[in-house]
């Protein structure tokens, strides 16, 4: 993973430009809409926040905001944005989620799914579930694999991840774990932390919630 946040770190800069696609654009309204209604007066903690735009999407709604990231390229950014005043930003690993004492009441993740190792996903999962209140809300936003829009898959590992080859603007090349899961492999790890699973398929993108044991 150190090499994902070096990548993240040097990516800082022209991340959203990804949101600018003009196929994604219906898309990404609908997500926006759906995200600010899901996570509205609640306690959010927010995973791998980057550079904040989903944090921006819903955080004049949510009761308050906690946003985690491991770079402060991207957290720098975040706190520039519109919605960050009511947000506490904290630079953390999502492999390893500050204690927070269990005071969110909602967990939202945007783009980070895809870049967990398969033979990790469970176990990351059971720290999710362990980091919010009891019966809290958890949802994962992120990519379906579109061909002509998404970057190729270059290479599967023996645990069956995908990588992509990704240029930067300064000319670097960075080989980046990124996984396109059906939708009955994500009912299927959601049900086994929590209930109420319950994904949304849109031409680009999957939206997967559930609720964490009460």
């Not at 176990?123 to 994962?140: E, K, M, Y």
Request: charged share 25%.
């Amino acid at each position: 993973m150190d090499n994902l946040a070096t990548y993240y770190a040097r990516r800082a800069a022209e991340y959203e430009r990804i949101y600018a696609k003009p196929e994604r654009q219906a898309d990404l309204r609908a997500l926006e809409a759906r995200v600010r209604k899901m996570l509205t007066g609640r306690t959010v903690l927010e995973l791998a926040c980057g550079t904040g735009y989903w944090t921006d999407v819903f955080g004049a709604q949510a009761a308050q905001v906690t946003a985690l990231d491991l770079n402060e390229e991207v957290l720098q950014i975040a706190r520039s944005k519109k919605n960050a005043g009511k947000v506490q930003f904290v630079r953390g690993s999502a492999y390893d989620i500050p204690d927070f004492g269990r005071t969110h009441d909602a967990l939202f993740a945007g783009f980070w799914w895809s870049h967990v190792p398969l033979e990790k996903m469970d176990v990351f999962l059971q720290a999710v579930t362990r980091s919010v209140a009891p019966g809290a809300l958890i949802a994962f936003l992120d990519n379906r694999y579109v061909e002509g829009s998404s970057t190729p898959v270059s290479r599967r590992d023996a645990q069956g991840n995908d990588y992509q080859t990704r240029k930067l603007d300064d000319g670097s090349s960075h080989e980046v774990l990124k996984n396109f899961p059906e939708e009955g492999e994500l009912i299927q790890r959601a049900t086994r932390h929590g209930w109420g699973a319950h994904v949304e398929l849109l031409p680009h993108y999957w939206l997967l919630s559930w609720w964490a044991p009460k």
